[in-house]
């Protein structure tokens, strides 16, 4: 039984494509059998990338007319610079925050193999906890900020972007 349900499918995947081949591209069923067009030599000579069509024949893609008629030119703004007087803060990156003092300097100092300036600074908390901060910065713009925030996830350090006021930080 599988042996004639096989050879049904092979028989019906062969008319199949015989029945594809007598089709016309344009997908009208054709009447006899496909005849070949006639071979048309082009003349001699550089092809240009938009071949001019001839007398009496249509063109096949409209796309080369459409194109250069739907260029689109848009309008020129002015870059946006933010002025560092005028922003009112500073960015700082918290690394990390650590209750020992030799886990922050550990942490600084793989920050400074990546070519950043970090400072550990201690926090006391009013019940009596002492935590280290791990701070790299400050910067005066966004673009310094985000390279060293780069820096630091690509080193597995998820940090902590803050703005402080400009008044109060110091170089």
Known sequence: ???ILSLAAVGG???FIIYLNTLDP?????TGPRQEAPAVTA???PKPGRQSQTE???PKFRFYNILPDSEVVPPTVEEYKPSPATQNFRYVVQAG???GAEDAERQRAQIAFQGLRAQVSRIDIEQG???YRVN???FDTRSQMNSAVDKLVAINIQPLVRKIPRETTTN
Do not use: D, K, L, Y
């Not at 344009?26 to 054709?30: L, N, V």
């Open 1 to 3: 039984m599988r042996w």
């Open 13 to 15: 995947f062969i008319g």
């Open 26 to 30: 344009t997908g009208a069923p054709a």
């Open 43 to 45: 003349p001699a000579g």
């Open 56 to 58: 009496g024949e249509e």
């Open 97 to 99: 925050s650590f209750r």
């Open 129 to 131: 906890n002492t935590w």
């Open 136 to 138: 790299v910065g400050p």
